[in-house]
């Protein structure tokens, strides 16, 4: 059933275009690309003494993960609302299903853009691999808490939806994913230090550029607030999986 629901969201949103599932690729490798030739007119001493490609690849990836699941997990229910009349079909099944879109894609544009960079001469391989592959099973596990806590309030309030769409580039920005923390002044980085997303980028890029330390991102921080969105989310979706459908 999920296996089915996951070959549903491949058609639905890449069979319509004339590259198909290309887009799944090209759409996150031109923002990457963007970035990194308007953020490379800085010297390397900006980036912490690294090229910034890998820089903002290291960056991005982990952010691009983050928002594609909250912002397809948010509209998972609505968008396959016609099927909850098969009694195998549950908002539970469609999340999941959306999750491990996400995830395939995410790992397969990682892939293409490491080897995009080894081809052009970067050392773009992980120095770290453990330390990012638990950094994003960390992400993983918050983005997806997100995405339903984000579902769950937009059928109570509609403005959820546009609520999310708005903070997102603002998330972004305050989330060191262009620049590293310790470019911020020392007196401000304490209300940086709040948003678990800088936690998670700042461990992910420090696992995957050699010589690269954050000495201020925390695993138990980003680990302990991820536990409770989940906890969190779980609840609420016990609470409200009927009204999901309903609405």
């Not at 690729?25 to 007119?41: A, N, T, Y």
């Not at 890029?205 to 954050?214: E, F, K, N, P």
């Not at 201020?216 to 906890?231: E, H």
Request: net charge positive; hydrophobic share 55%.
């Amino acid at each position: 059933m999920t296996f089915g629901l996951l070959i549903r969201e491949l058609k639905t949103r890449f069979g319509s275009y004339r590259l198909g599932y290309a887009w799944a690729l090209i759409d996150p490798m031109l923002m990457i690309s963007l970035f990194s030739v308007v953020f490379g007119m800085r010297s390397q001493s900006g980036f912490g003494d690294v090229p910034a490609q890998v820089f903002i690849t290291a960056g991005y990836l982990p952010f691009m993960f983050f928002n594609k699941v909250v912002t397809q997990l948010k509209s998972a229910v609505s968008a396959n609302m016609g099927l909850f009349c098969y009694r195998q079909v549950t908002p539970f099944a469609t999340f999941i299903a959306r999750f491990i879109l996400e995830a395939i894609i995410g790992l397969v544009v990682g892939c293409v853009l490491v080897l995009g960079l080894l081809w052009f001469g970067f050392n773009a391989i992980p120095s770290d691999p453990l330390q990012v592959i638990l950094g994003y099973f960390i992400l993983m596990i918050f983005s997806f808490s997100l995405g339903i806590i984000f579902c769950v309030l937009g059928s109570l309030f509609k403005e959820a939806d546009k609520f999310l769409n708005l903070m997102m580039m603002p998330i972004m920005f305050v989330s060191c994913v262009m620049y590293p923390l310790a470019s911020i002044p020392v007196q401000y980085q304490h209300w940086f230090l709040w948003n678990p997303l800088v936690h998670s980028v700042e461990l992910i890029r420090s696992g995957w550029i050699a010589g690269y330390v954050s000495p201020d991102a925390s695993w138990a921080y980003f680990t302990s607030v991820t536990l409770v969105m989940l906890t969190f989310a779980m609840s609420c979706y016990r609470l409200s999986h009927r009204r999901l459908i309903a609405s």
